[in-house]
């Protein structure tokens, strides 16, 4: 009875309580259900966004799969054609030798051509005379001199710091192509004892400034004196040597004395087959087509095309 009534009790304040607290009791659980219904939908546009974002990356995956695929593709396609190019231009079956003169560094010894090993003998700068500046050029410096020994005139090429190699090249190849009568010739190659700046020693020849002769020769001088040309570059081909910067600059003329002499031999070459070279030679306006191109491979027609 006592239990029963205890019961009755407790149920009666519960229903007061719910009575008096139930706008407080119903405000809560409307909260906590909204939290609720925030949470899941917070959750839901959370792995809709992830999904979006999986998409863009699979989406940008595919793209950059797609470029990375063309461009391995265009690699191969470029390297393939360079490969075929070096095989056209570089292989004994495919080269395109020049007619005349293609062996001839091959058939010599090894020291006519390796200007590497080469040593030169220096003479005494005492027996020159520097008398005026007449010129200068990328590489060098030019001057009116005399000889101390016998008193005859001369001209002074003052070589500006480069590669010994390319000093010795010069050389070397000045020594190889003396004796024709349309190069001028080196006398002798001597270094100042305190700058040890090297200086060629060259014949002097008279010599008209070409943009006042040229103008002014006749059919029949004009064709004298490209024949004139022509002989020096055969001498210098003949004997496996490229000059590489034929111009009107590198020509000086004698029209009283009918004499022509090729100069500035600072950029000539010894050719040997199948090798490729350096296409930065041959003035702009005097280039060949393969070096408008880049074509590292080329002969003694590079000479001909600039005359």
Aim: aromatic letters at 14%; hydrophobic letters at 35%.
């Amino acid at each position: 009875m006592l239990y029963n009534l205890f019961s009755l009790i407790i149920l009666y304040f519960l229903i007061f309580y719910l009575y008096i607290f139930k706008e407080y009791v119903i405000i809560k659980i409307s909260q906590f259900l909204e939290n609720i219904l925030k949470d899941l939908k917070k959750e839901k546009r959370k792995k809709k966004q992830l999904k979006n974002n999986n998409k863009i990356i699979k989406k940008s995956r595919e793209i950059k799969s797609s470029v990375q695929q063309k461009q391995n593709k265009y690699n191969i396609q470029l390297k393939q054609q360079k490969k075929n190019q070096k095989q056209l231009w570089n292989t004994q079956n495919n080269i395109i030798l020049p007619k005349y003169y293609a062996k001839v560094n091959q058939n010599m010894p090894n020291e006519y051509w390796n200007y590497e090993e080469f040593e030169n003998e220096w003479g005494n700068i005492d027996n020159f005379e520097v008398i005026r500046k007449i010129g200068r050029g990328k590489y060098s410096k030019v001057f009116d001199g005399i000889s101390t020994i016998n008193g005859k005139r001369i001209v002074i090429k003052v070589l500006k710091p480069v590669k010994k190699s390319k000093i010795k090249r010069e050389i070397k190849i000045l020594q190889i192509l003396k004796g024709s009568q349309n190069i001028i010739e080196l006398l002798d190659v001597v270094k100042d004892s305190a700058s040890k700046t090297p200086a060629l020693i060259f014949e002097f020849v008279e010599n008209v400034d070409f943009r006042s002769i040229f103008p002014q020769l006749s059919d029949y001088e004009i064709r004298y004196q490209i024949y004139e040309l022509l002989k020096a570059l055969d001498y210098c081909h003949s004997k496996g040597i490229m000059h590489r910067d034929i111009k009107p600059q590198n020509i000086i003329v004698d029209p009283n004395n009918k004499i022509l002499k090729l100069i500035d031999w600072g950029l000539a070459e010894f050719y040997h087959p199948e090798q490729n070279y350096n296409v930065r030679v041959v003035s702009r306006y005097f280039k060949g087509p393969e070096h408008l191109v880049d074509q590292n491979y080329y002969d003694y027609s590079l000479d001909i095309w600039s005359t």
